[in-house]
């Protein structure tokens, strides 16, 4: 904004309540999320605008140009103006006032035709004495927003909802201008439409921003960039988890979010109240593993499509389905160089970034190596420094649909993350309806790709003395561990000569009941033991790393248990270039993420030999005659893992209960005897009991 201070008694003003619209459209997207209300950017000026948001929509216009409708709105509010009015799943609604600190510039590109000018579009609004032709209209009403931008108090609010100190209403309602029809400035058939809103000085907002539209939305394409709110020393919640969302029609969403709500109590570096803004590029799926996976240990990864993304070359309609590479990055204060290191460090991994999206549907096939080993495949959302992918010798964001250098990348020194770059964050993958996938590091920096079929390391646990049915005798158990990095060698696998694995950075693990186990989107999960092999080397372009590494074989390991049950081993190793070893399952068209997983069924009590009869009866030690038929009866009980051995029976399955069991005492040979009854369990303990008996000569 760039105006004069007004006059505080002009307070009464906002008073006024101006009714909103109720738009009919056939479709309704939202372009941007509302933007809190903060001083502008160093430097903002009528010369040097500062472009704060903006976005490409692809529109496919087909009614006659009379009849076309696209009009951009702010969130429809209650008739009172206190508040936006929901729908019943508490959804914002378009069709209401649209403020904007200072301009709507609109951009028209038909396809194969001529780009027209940027349109600032704004009418209603206050007009800026003096300022040139493109920017003299404003999207808000000094009568209403005017009165309260200056003072402190305002500062940082959501437009949307926040009623200021003595007024009525929301800035919304008091402050904003009338939906805006852009329908003309269509025409029909394909075309391109960017929306960009623009400050120029003091201070600056939005409101939520609507497009509702009589054509066909065709997905989005970048360059596009978004601003988040400022995250204060003290986050509040809407400044802990923010959504940065690029496409929300149905069955093509396109979000990014960056959460800290994990990290209130563990940020170290935020003094500077960094403001978080996520701007982002299509990324050609056919050209991914060549210019980005190339000597690294994603070489043979796919980067995930988003089918609300699209893209093309330069001077084509953008309508080929696109992977996304979105760029995370911070300014301080009022200061307007961005950069990854900025944003805030936190000093443990917990700071959550996700991409949210609709795509089609992928596979994770197993890689067989020529040793026998069968490596799984899994997802990954990978980090990586900013401008990866740019073209060499071009700054950040400038883009070719068919380049990119991608590659091995280095992290910006000021983040000290001191990792290979680019890093696999993913902890979690679900979906589809939509896919969602996140990861978590201690300092987002910045460029982030989804990516599926990655090579994964394989870790084989071996437990002594883990019998049939996974049973062990002991409460104390010893546990070995070899984590294999994938060997790609000698394969079929595509671009397998230019993967180069990623040493094992470490192995963790831990044992619970079998009714806990943890998810990985827990991570890290503070009772778990990590076992960490040597430091990780850092790659180069000119020594990307050996094509075979060696196997990380930890020391034996001890677990004890405090009671008989069943209990569940999960384990993990992690490689240096971040990638978890997760199982990623498809079940019912769904994915989940777990661990993998051993079960370990711990049985310490021996079984009973039960119900002991000799027929014919004696004493407490009997007497029988030479060659006299004699009978024992006996059976077996056993409450943990089961009976397997009851006196010369075995029991496949195992038998809670045996059947009784009926023998033959040897009474050939004369003298003292003992008659040995055995039972062994499925855990291997075992018990027995001795029966002792005479054989005296027949009379």
Not at 325 to 334: I, R, V
Not at 435 to 442: A, H, L, P, Q, V
Request: charged share 10%; glycine share 10%; proline share 9%.
């Amino acid at each position: 904004m760039n105006k004069p201070p007004l006059p505080l008694f002009l307070i009464s003003a906002l008073c006024l309540s101006v009714g909103a619209p109720v738009l009919t459209a056939q479709t309704s997207t939202q372009l941007f999320a509302p933007v809190d209300i903060r001083l502008s950017q160093a430097g903002a000026s009528y010369s040097t605008p500062d472009s704060f948001n903006s976005t490409t929509i692809n529109l496919s216009c087909s009614s006659p140009a009379t009849s076309i409708s696209a009009v951009i709105s702010g969130p429809l509010m209650n008739a009172s103006g206190t508040a936006p009015l929901l729908t019943a799943g508490g959804a914002l609604q378009p069709g209401g006032k649209l403020l904007v600190d200072n301009n709507v510039l609109v951009t028209v590109a038909p396809v194969g035709g001529t780009a027209g000018a940027a349109k600032n579009v704004c009418t209603g609004g206050t007009p800026q004495n003096g300022a040139p032709a493109l920017y003299t209209q404003n999207c808000y009403l000094s009568s209403g927003y005017g009165n309260f931008s200056s003072p402190i108090a305002v500062l940082g609010q959501d437009p949307d909802t926040y009623i200021p100190y003595g007024a009525t209403e929301t800035v919304d309602a008091s402050g904003g201008v009338a939906p805006i029809q852009i329908g003309g400035d269509l025409t029909v058939g394909e075309q391109s439409v960017t929306v960009a809103l623009t400050d120029e000085g003091s201070e600056f907002t939005n409101s939520t921003v609507f497009l509702t539209t009589n054509c066909t939305l065709g997905g989005v394409t970048g360059p596009a960039l978004i601003t988040g709110n400022t995250i204060g020393s003290t986050p509040t919640p809407q400044q802990q988890t923010q959504n940065f969302a690029f496409n929300g029609v149905t069955n093509q969403v396109v979000g990014f979010v960056y959460d800290l709500s994990g990290a209130v109590g563990t940020l170290t570096s935020n003094s500077g109240q960094s403001t978080p803004q996520v701007s982002d590029l299509p990324l050609n799926p056919a050209t991914f593993q060549s210019n980005f996976g190339a000597n690294t240990s994603f070489a043979t990864s796919e980067c995930l499509v988003h089918t609300g993304e699209v893209g093309g070359p330069v001077g084509e309609a953008a309508t080929e389905p696109a992977c996304k590479l979105y760029t995370l990055e911070c300014t301080t204060g009022t200061g307007n160089t961005a950069t990854g290191a900025q944003c805030p460090v936190s000093s443990v991994a917990n700071e959550v970034v996700k991409d949210v999206f609709d795509g089609p549907n992928f596979t994770l096939p197993n890689i067989t190596a020529t040793s026998g080993k069968v490596f799984h495949t899994g997802l990954g959302l990978l980090m990586a420094s900013e401008g990866w992918g740019s073209e060499a010798g071009t700054p950040p964001g400038t883009w070719n649909w068919n380049g990119g250098t991608g590659g091995p990348c280095a992290f910006d020194p000021a983040a000290n993350l001191n990792l290979p770059c680019p890093q696999n964050l993913l902890t979690s993958f679900s979906g589809p309806g939509t896919y969602g996938g996140s990861g978590e590091t201690t300092h987002p920096n910045s460029t982030f790709i989804s990516v599926a079929q990655v090579p994964m390391p394989l870790t084989t646990p071996t437990i002594a003395g883990l019998r049939t049915g996974n049973w062990v005798h002991s409460r104390t158990l010893t546990l070995n561990l070899d984590s294999a990095p994938p060997d790609l060698q000698g394969t079929a696998v595509k671009n397998a000569a230019s993967f180069v694995p990623a040493p094992i950075q470490s192995v963790s693990y831990g044992i619970t009941p079998a009714n806990s186990v943890p998810v990985p989107a827990d991570l890290p999960i503070a009772s778990d033991t990590t076992l960490l092999n040597a430091e990780c080397p850092i790659p180069t372009a000119a020594n990307p790393g050996p094509a075979v590494e060696p196997d990380f074989l930890p020391p034996t390991q001890t677990l004890t248990v405090p009671a008989d049950g069943s209990y569940v081993l999960h384990y993990y190793a992690q490689d240096c270039a971040g990638t978890r070893e997760l199982l990623f399952q498809e079940v019912s068209s769904s994915w989940t993420t777990s661990f993998y997983t051993e079960t370990i069924n711990v049985d310490t009590v021996a079984p009973a030999i039960e119900g002991l009869t000799l027929a014919p009866g004696g004493s407490a030690v009997p007497v029988y005659t030479q060659n006299e038929l004699v009978t024992v009866s006996f059976y077996c009980t056993d409450a943990g893992s089961g009976v397997d051995w009851c006196g010369d029976n075995y029991f496949h399955p195992a038998l809670a209960t045996t059947p009784v069991i009926s023998t033959t005492l040897s009474t050939n040979v004369l003298g003292s005897r003992t008659y040995t009854i055995e039972s062994i369990d499925y855990a291997g303990n075992l018990s027995y009991i001795n029966v002792p008996y005479k054989v005296v000569a027949a009379p």
